[in-house]
DNA sequence: GCCAACGTTGGC
DNA sequence: GCCAACGTTGGC
């Protein structure tokens, strides 16, 4: 009961918050679901979870100097069957140390980053929707009206992306 | 600072 | 499994 009713309350104070906040960003962010897809987020407790192993020095800026509570994101299913974006996430908290990177048992282990000196950071995410069905990598590709994201670009790397608003409508759109 | 070699990503 | 594209590393 308690739980249902701070999910409730928080998720009111968010609304407010994203309605008060001009400068909301939206994000894609990639993720193999054989790893860690949207399913196993919507099984957490609080369907929270933060979001480690990022390494990469420009999706690390994005997430540590531009990523905002109340943000929301896609969530982009990779390296499998269907490619495409599976549903949206928002930020729960903003950047802090990804202390998996001074795990020496981790994947994601670096000697370089300390607790005194981090070098990578994560954010948390929460559960927010999954689509009926994933739009798929290929259905992005054919609408021209998005062929500027960054995550379309032939030989596109980078986990984390950001998405202008028309394309977020845009994409929301194809579900109907 | 250059740039070749390397390891990784990710669609196909 | 293939391979193009990319970011990072390290020799010079």
């Not at 739980?3 to 928080?10: A, G, L, Y």
């Not at 054989?34 to 020095?57: C, M, P, S």
């Not at 950071?121 to 929707?129: A, G, H, L, Q, S």
Request: charged share 30%; with cysteine; net charge neutral.
């Amino acid at each position: 009961m308690y739980r249902n009713q701070r999910t409730v309350i928080e998720s009111a104070a968010s609304l407010l918050c994203r309605k008060a906040n001009e400068d909301m960003n939206y994000w894609l962010m990639k993720t193999e679901p054989a790893v860690f897809g949207i399913a196993d987020l919507k099984a957490r407790r609080d369907q929270t979870e933060h979001w480690d192993g990022v390494r990469n020095y420009e999706a690390r800026n994005l997430m540590r100097d531009r990523m905002r509570p109340g943000d929301q994101a896609f969530l982009y299913h990779s390296s499998c069957a269907e490619p495409g974006i599976a549903g949206i996430v928002s930020i729960s908290r903003a950047a802090y140390p990804d202390f998996t990177a001074w795990d020496p048992t981790s994947d994601h282990y670096d000697a370089r980053s300390t607790p005194e000196r981090p070098l990578w950071y994560m954010v948390d995410v929460r559960f927010e929707r999954e689509f009926p069905r994933v739009i798929s990598l290929k259905e992005l590709k054919s609408e021209p009206r998005l062929q500027g994201m960054r995550v379309l670009r032939r030989g596109n790397r980078l986990s984390i992306t950001e998405v202008v608003p028309e394309e977020w409508h845009l994409i929301l759109g194809l579900l109907d």
